[in-house]
């Protein structure tokens, strides 16, 4: 009897989380589309095929969908540069961030309509409790990378997460103008200049 309920749990689980991901998926894809401010709830049920209380058992209005979808987005670019980081190759841990920065930028680069959703706010998820037993499911974040890749390096800073904030919010501030405007130079134009601050945060914050 145990296996069954366990089951019937699991099942309503699993459908649970599949209404959870198309009402997302919809979202996101008419907020490409027609903006957020001309999108509304029923737009985004109707695209996902379910009851409009449905939406209401995962998020309180449509500006709660698009907070959920910029700090998904946001980790997924971050997990996505984890995986292609090699320690093995890359030693200095200066090295190990900046590479992971230009992958994101890269990612980006190749997807303005991202860019454009997530705006500004690459860090949001970062700081937003719960998000990632939400969302990383176990997985070592861009936080939790950062933490280590000090304490493997020896590296003792002030306040690293301060140090980080401000890396991750000058990244995401900047390469928003430099890919969408070009301002103030083209984003692989503005690269360097990007880079060599962040190594002199990290240099005049010991």
Same mark, same amino acid.
């Given at each position: 009897?145990?296996d069954?309920?366990?089951?019937i749990k699991t099942?309503? =689980?699993?459908?649970? &989380? =599949?209404?959870?991901?198309?009402? &997302?998926?919809?979202a996101?894809?008419?907020?490409?589309t027609k903006?957020i401010? %001309?999108?509304s709830?029923q $737009?985004?049920v %109707? =695209?996902?095929?379910?009851?409009?209380?449905t /939406?209401?058992l995962y998020?309180?209005?449509?500006?709660d969908i #698009?907070e959920v979808?910029?700090?998904?987005?946001?980790?997924?670019?971050f997990?996505?540069a984890?995986?292609?980081?090699?320690?093995?190759?890359?030693n200095? !841990?200066?090295? #190990?961030?900046i590479f992971?920065i230009? /992958?994101?930028? $890269?990612e980006l680069k190749?997807?303005?309509?991202?860019?454009k /959703?997530?705006?500004?706010?690459l860090?949001f998820? !970062?700081? *937003? #409790?719960g998000?990632?037993?939400? !969302?990383e *499911?176990?997985?070592?974040g861009?936080?939790e990378?950062?933490?280590?890749?000090?304490k493997?390096n020896?590296l003792? &800073?002030? %306040?690293?997460?301060v140090?980080?904030?401000?890396?991750?919010e &000058?990244t995401?501030s900047?390469? !928003? *103008?430099?890919?969408?405007?070009g301002?103030?130079?083209?984003?692989?134009e503005?690269?360097?200049?990007l880079?060599?601050?962040?190594?002199?945060?990290?240099n005049? $914050?010991?």
């Amino acid at each position: 009897m145990s296996d069954l309920v366990e089951k019937i749990k699991t099942k309503i =689980e699993d459908k649970k &989380l =599949e209404k959870e991901i198309k009402l &997302l998926d919809s979202a996101y894809k008419l907020y490409l589309t027609k903006g957020i401010n %001309n999108t509304s709830i029923q $737009d985004i049920v %109707n =695209e996902a095929g379910v009851a409009k209380g449905t /939406f209401y058992l995962y998020f309180k209005d449509k500006y709660d969908i #698009q907070e959920v979808l910029t700090i998904k987005k946001s980790n997924e670019l971050f997990h996505k540069a984890l995986d292609s980081l090699n320690t093995d190759v890359i030693n200095k !841990f200066d090295d #190990q961030l900046i590479f992971v920065i230009d /992958f994101v930028i $890269d990612e980006l680069k190749k997807n303005p309509d991202l860019v454009k /959703f997530i705006y500004k706010d690459l860090s949001f998820g !970062f700081y *937003n #409790q719960g998000i990632n037993t939400i !969302f990383e *499911n176990g997985e070592i974040g861009i936080y939790e990378t950062f933490m280590h890749g000090l304490k493997t390096n020896n590296l003792k &800073l002030k %306040n690293p997460e301060v140090t980080l904030y401000m890396i991750i919010e &000058l990244t995401s501030s900047t390469i !928003f *103008n430099s890919i969408i405007k070009g301002v103030p130079l083209p984003i692989d134009e503005y690269k360097p200049y990007l880079y060599k601050t962040i190594r002199n945060i990290l240099n005049e $914050d010991k």
